[in-house]
C-alpha cells in the first residue's frame, strides 16, 4: 500500500510543478480543490458505511466514549511543549517555535497566519515544519501503526480529519475514522486560535 | 479550512455511517477496492498542491533544518501525551 502511496504523491508532486512551472494544461485549483474535495466527501462517504456496518466496532467506540476527546488536546499539550523545547534546542525565539507548532500539520493555515502575526522567516519555517508533519505522518505510517493505537492520530494532528484521514483508517481498520476525525476536527478547529494566542506572548 | 467545507464532512461522515447502519442486514459490502482508487486520487491531488506551492518549495532549503528540529520535537511530545493521557483515561 505504502508503495503506491509514495508514488501518488510523487506522480502528484511532479504534474503539479511541471503544470505551474512549465506547461499549464489545467487550472491547479481543479485538482488542489476541486478534485481533491470531491473524492474526500466520497472517501468519507464510503468510511462511514463501513464504520456503521461494522457491529465490533460501534462496540468499542460506545465503550470509549467522549474519553476519546483527550487524543485532540493531548497532541495540542504536546506539540506546542515540542516547539518551547525547539526554541530553545536551536537558540531560537521560543515562541516563534511554539507558533509554529500549533499548525498540528495544517500548513496552508500555519504559513500564512504564522507569517502575518511573526514575519516572513517564521511564516516560512510554519509552512515547511507542518508540510513535515504530514508529509511524515503520511510516510511513516506502516511504522507508527505498530506503535500503538492512536500514535498515527498523534502524528497526524489536524490532518487526520482530512489529508491523512483516508490513509489512517486504510492502514488501522474502520474504528479508527472516529478517533481520527473527531481529533483532528478538534485541532483544526484550535490551530488558528493557539496560533493566535501564542504569537501574542511575543 | 475552516469553513463551511468542514461542515460537509461532518455532515457526509454522520450520512455514510447512518446509511452503513441501516445495510447492517443485508451481506457485507466490499468497498476495499473502490476506496482505494480514491485514496490514490486523493493523494495524487495532495502531491499536486504540494508541486504547484512555488512558496513552499523555494522556502524548503532555507528554513528546513529549523523546520525539521521544531516539527519533530512536536511529534515526538505528540505521541508521548497521547499515550500517557490513553492510560491515564483507560483509552482501550
Known amino acids: ?202 | 479550512m475552516l469553513d463551511l467545507t468542514m461542515l460537509y464532512f461532518v455532515m457526509v461522515l454522520i450520512a455514510g455511517i447512518a446509511s452503513g447502519y441501516a445495510l447492517r442486514r443485508r451481506k457485507k459490502l466490499d468497498f476495499s477496492k473502490v476506496a482505494f482508487g480514491i485514496i490514490m486520487v486523493l493523494i495524487f491531488s495532495l502531491g499536486f498542491s504540494m508541486g504547484s506551492n512555488g512558496e513552499l518549495l523555494s522556502s524548503l532549503p532555507r528554513v528546513g533544518l529549523e523546520a525539521f528540529v521544531i516539527m519533530l520535537l512536536a511529534v515526538a511530545f505528540s505521541v508521548v501525551l497521547v499515550k500517557a493521557a490513553g492510560k491515564l483515561v483507560k483509552l482501550g
Do not use: H
Request: charged share 10%; glycine share 12%; net charge positive.
Open chain 1, 1 to 202: 500500500m505504502i508503495k503506491y502511496i509514495l508514488l501518488a504523491l510523487l506522480l502528484g508532486s511532479v504534474a503539479g510543478y511541471l503544470n505551474s512551472n512549465w506547461a499549464t494544461v489545467i487550472d491547479g485549483k481543479w485538482v488542489s480543490n476541486y478534485a481533491f474535495n470531491a473524492s474526500l466527501l466520497l472517501l468519507l462517504f464510503v468510511m462511514g458505511v463501513q464504520l456503521g456496518m461494522d457491529r465490533e466496532a460501534a462496540a468499542k467506540m460506545r465503550r470509549t466514549g467522549l474519553r476519546i476527546l483527550v487524543v485532540p488536546f493531548a497532541v495540542a499539550s504536546g506539540s506546542i511543549f515540542g516547539g518551547l523545547l525547539a526554541g530553545f534546542v536551536l537558540g531560537k525565539s521560543v515562541v516563534g517555535a511554539m507558533a509554529v507548532s500549533a499548525g498540528y500539520g495544517w500548513y496552508t493555515l500555519a504559513g500564512p497566519l504564522v507569517g502575518q502575526l511573526l514575519g516572513g522567516q517564521w511564516g516560512a519555517i510554519g509552512f515547511v515544519a507542518n508540510f513535515l508533519r504530514e508529509l511524515l505522518t503520511v510516510i511513516t505510517l506502516p511504522l507508527t501503526r505498530k506503535a500503538g493505537k492512536n500514535v498515527p492520530v498523534a502524528f497526524g494532528g489536524a490532518t487526520t480529519m482530512d489529508t491523512t484521514l483516508p490513509v489512517i483508517v486504510r492502514y488501522c481498520g474502520p474504528e479508527a475514522l472516529i478517533t481520527a476525525f473527531s481529533s483532528g476536527f478538534v485541532l483544526s478547529v484550535l490551530a488558528p486560535f493557539s496560533i493566535m494566542a501564542l504569537a501574542t506572548l511575543g
